[in-house]
């Protein structure tokens, strides 16, 4: 799976936070709920995203809302790059993290988003949006 023209795509602007970046890129993808993607924790990232391995780039998620247990969401290699990177070299622990080590909220993720003239339910649904104009 390969990313639009950077120049529609808003997840390549470099300005916006690696962490929105990461986060927007998985909901794109991966067909996972919001909150379920915050719950994520650094161990839910399949080997092949631990080791940069093409082939296997899944994250393992479950769907609380819905009592789904855990399952495979396939990811591009491009999305395992970034979820590599917030990663850092943390080893257990949420996988999107302030600083502090505290999971993001969709609140924060939301707001944070709005700042950048983003509408983060709009990614959800597989698409790339343009940027807002507000």
Do not use: C, Y
Request: hydrophobic share 35%; glycine share 6%.
């Amino acid at each position: 799976m390969t990313r639009p023209d950077p120049t529609s795509d808003p997840l390549a602007n470099p300005e916006l936070p690696l962490v929105l970046r990461a986060a927007l890129s998985v909901l794109s993808e991966g067909r996972i709920p919001l909150r379920d993607l915050l719950d994520l924790d650094v161990r839910d990232l399949d080997p092949g995203v631990q080791d940069a391995q093409p082939a296997q780039s899944t994250l393992t998620a479950a769907d609380a809302k819905r009592g789904i247990q855990a399952r495979p969401v396939p990811i591009s290699e491009e999305t395992a790059d970034l979820l590599r990177e917030i990663r850092g070299e943390r080893d257990a622990g949420p996988l999107f993290a302030h600083q502090n080590g505290f999971a993001w909220s969709p609140d924060q993720l939301t707001a944070e988003a709005r700042r950048h003239g983003l509408r983060i339910h709009e990614f959800r649904k597989g698409e790339l949006p343009a940027k807002s104009q507000s």
